[in-house]
């Protein structure tokens, strides 16, 4: 089972990243194409499971380690509307994923 979980773990996370191929030339601003609607679904997945299993904390830390790495990309970009879309967005997606997962929590299970 153990090797079965782990094999299709690797599978899957290869099929991913398969998408985007790293160069010495991928320094700077530009981000990996897409990467942004993955890093989204997976927070909320994390969000919903957190919820469902009564690790509310865990969705604080969550958010705070999305703060700290995108913290130093929009302190450099001194870019005040990206940084008030940044901030909408996640706390949007937090929002909904957490009402979600409550909904799901004290309806379905």
């Not at 079965?4 to 790293?22: G, P, V, Y």
């Not at 919820?51 to 380690?65: R, Y």
Request: some cysteine.
């Amino acid at each position: 089972m153990y090797y079965l979980f782990n094999k299709s773990c690797r599978d899957h996370a290869q099929n991913i990243f398969t998408r985007w191929t790293l160069t010495d030339d991928d320094t700077g601003i530009y981000g990996l194409k897409n990467s942004g609607k993955w890093i989204g679904m997976l927070e909320r997945l994390l969000i919903f499971l957190f919820i469902i299993t009564n690790h509310f904390s865990a969705v604080g830390l969550l958010l705070t380690a999305k703060s700290v790495f995108r913290f130093g990309d929009l302190s450099k970009a001194k870019n005040m509307k990206l940084t008030e879309y940044v901030l909408i967005g996640t706390l949007l997606s937090f929002g909904i994923a957490i009402l979600i997962g409550l909904l799901f929590k004290n309806y379905v299970l």
